[in-house]
């Protein structure tokens, strides 16, 4: 089992943002999903945790090792999918990772031949290696993104944002993809799109304002909110109405009609109807709370 440990970890940038305030995690095995709105910390999180800035403050150990005193046993044991991937250049796909491989520092060839065919069917991709990425689909950049990242047999993968811009065919292939690898690793996912926590992850953590406001197993989070979440159909005209005089946490079109949720511990008033919480329900609950976890 590997074990990332995150202690008291903050980041302010020279600007005076503070990025990243006072985190503290542990993470295993399996995939755990990072949720946070636009700007909340959590690339400047997977930045600090891939050793390509280092914090302010805090420490960092992965399988009892101190990261930030030793980054050259992280960056071998990593596979990281940044947020942008920078200008493919025009060679093959297969070219491509070849050498990405030389790069990570696996030199024989016969290995390097076995590695690279061998990620390039698991991402399926084969019949495309001949190809130019810079051809590539965005679906199929993404996996590509991911066979450079399982280069030389990581523990840890990080993946930022993997799925903004797929269509739904792309972005469950691309989900199957992760679930498939994230049985003997750390798979950190780090998105803003709450279905992909929700359909991939065991464990979850949800970032705001460089402050991590909850963690925990996704279905527990749910179970807590029972008996808070109330839904009912509106005109839209009453919503500021609505707002003022509930806890709205969500509004949502459903065929046209306005339909909205509400926090509350008891039935906000007639018409409303107790519905069972989903996680969009604890992430909009979560963000409207902002009640950082203490340690
Ligand atoms: N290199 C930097 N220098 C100064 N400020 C930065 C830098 N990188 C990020 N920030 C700021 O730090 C805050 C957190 O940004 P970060 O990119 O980590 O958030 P995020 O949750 O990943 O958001 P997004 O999904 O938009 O990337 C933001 O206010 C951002 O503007």
């Given at each position: 089992m590997n074990e990332l440990k995150i202690t008291n970890l903050s980041k302010t940038y020279p600007n005076g943002v503070k990025a990243l305030?006072?985190?503290?995690?542990?993470?295993?095995n399996g995939m755990f999903g990072l949720l946070g709105p636009n700007g909340a910390g959590k690339s400047s999180l997977m930045r600090t945790i891939a050793t390509l800035q280092e914090p302010s403050k805090g420490s960092l150990s992965f399988n009892g090792t101190d990261i930030l005193k030793e980054p050259q046993i992280i960056?071998?044991?990593?596979?990281?999918l940044p947020q942008e991937f920078g200008v493919y250049p025009k060679i093959s796909a297969y070219k491509l990772l070849d050498h990405i491989a030389i790069l990570k520092g696996i030199l024989n060839n016969k290995d390097r031949k076995e590695q690279v065919e061998a990620l390039l069917?698991?991402?399926?991709?084969?019949?495309?290696?001949k190809k130019s990425v810079s051809n590539f689909s965005g679906g199929m950049r993404q996996r590509f993104g991911i066979a450079q990242a399982l280069l030389g047999d990581p523990k840890l993968v990080i993946v930022d944002e993997p799925t903004a811009g797929l269509d739904p065919e792309e972005r469950n292939r691309f989900h199957n993809l992760l679930s498939d690898i994230a049985t003997n690793m750390i798979v950190i996912l780090s998105t803003h799109i709450v279905e992909d926590v929700r359909d991939l992850c065991t464990h979850m953590?949800?970032?705001?304002?460089?402050?991590?406001?909850?963690?925990?197993i996704p279905s527990q989070l749910m179970d807590e909110l029972k008996g808070n979440i109330w839904h009912r159909t509106i005109n839209k005209k009453d919503l500021p109405a609505f707002q003022k005089?509930?806890?709205v946490i969500a509004t949502r079109l459903f065929s046209g009609k306005t339909q909205i949720r509400v926090l509350s511990d008891h039935c906000p008033e007639r018409g409303f109807e107790m519905v069972d919480?989903?996680?969009?329900?604890?992430?909009?609950?979560?963000?409207?709370n902002r009640q950082p976890v203490t340690h």
């Open positions: 305030d006072d985190i503290s995690l542990t993470i295993t960056r071998a044991q990593l596979g990281y069917i698991q991402t399926n991709l084969y019949a495309q290696r953590a949800i970032m705001g304002d460089g402050q991590l406001l909850t963690q925990g005089a509930f806890k919480p989903d996680l969009e329900d604890v992430y909009f609950t979560t963000l409207i």
